[in-house]
């Protein structure tokens, strides 16, 4: 069996150990793109962060795909569907760092630390800011897979009261209610904070509409850490322009990186970051373990791998 190991542009790191684990089985690793044009045509499976159609079409014998992140946004998925081929996600990499941009920007937000910087900035002694607290808020998650599970296991352990939605109505532990995606009304209507966690798929294109921001309480802050797509930004910026909820806390956007020309650079009550809370200095070393255990699987029983991505749910 022929393993090809894409990591680029990053170091495999930790994948490295993948030969020691399985010494009868060939790895092969690519530092570059025409490394893996030259090395995926004799592939029976790919690890990997990216990948084209051109790529595919080198590739007769590839039966699995192990994407390398959560999102696969960067695979081609029609394609790699026509051709009946495995794919397997990185779900489940992001959940402690992601989990802890959404903490550490919820403080960031009650305690006013953006504003204070900024008054650090300008040579400005200003004691004036409202320091709150996150404790004893109620926090809406949009989204309750490993990640809003994660994040709602650390916020009630700080004191929050945690709500979310999910596609279908299961309990859902620190969750002190679910809803389904029928009743997020309630969730928009209830929470100080909201953290939405949606991946992008036809189904949830522009689900944070404008009838959704009119329902949030006023001194709301809404965060977005899933995709940009899935909130319509003409309604976002006038949401915010004539402040219908109080902050909006980011780091993805429709378009990536954000056009200079975006009237969203121009509001005083946003917080912009450049897509960087899923990226960590660790990442490869936590993709190691699902990677592991998706080989063990593959070679024992493909039924049983874990992550499966549904053509059908769009993750």
Known sequence: MNIIVNSFPFEPGKLKELPKDFPEINFEFTSSEEEL?????????????KLKDEHLELAPKLDWIQGLMAGVDSLPLDTIRE???????????????MTEYALSMMILDARNLDQLMLKQQQKEWDPNFKQDEIKGKTLGIIGLG?????????????????IGVKRSYSP????????????????????????????????????????????MKPTACMLNLGRGGTVDEEALYNALKTKIFRKYISDVFETEPLPKESPLWNLDNIVITPHICG???????KAYDIVKENIEKYQKDKSTM?????????Y
Do not use: C, W
Request: proline share 5%.
């Open 37 to 49: 044009m030259e090395k995926i045509p004799n592939a029976d499976a790919l690890l990997t962060m």
């Open 83 to 97: 051709k009946g081929i495995i794919l397997t996600t990185g779900r489940g990499i992001h959940k402690n760092h």
């Open 146 to 162: 490993s990640i809003g599970q994660e994040l709602a296991r650390k916020a009630s352990f700080m004191g929050m009261d945690v």
């Open 172 to 215: 859902v532990p620190h969750v002190r209610k679910v809803y389904t995606n029928d009743e997020v009304e309630e969730v928009f209507k209830n929470s100080d904070y909201i953290v939405n966690l949606l991946p992008f798929t036809p189904e949830t294109e522009k689900f944070v509409n404008k009838d959704l921001m009119s329902m």
């Open 279 to 285: 990226p960590n200095v660790n990442y490869l070393a």
């Open 306 to 314: 874990i992550n499966k991505y549904s053509f059908k749910r769009g």
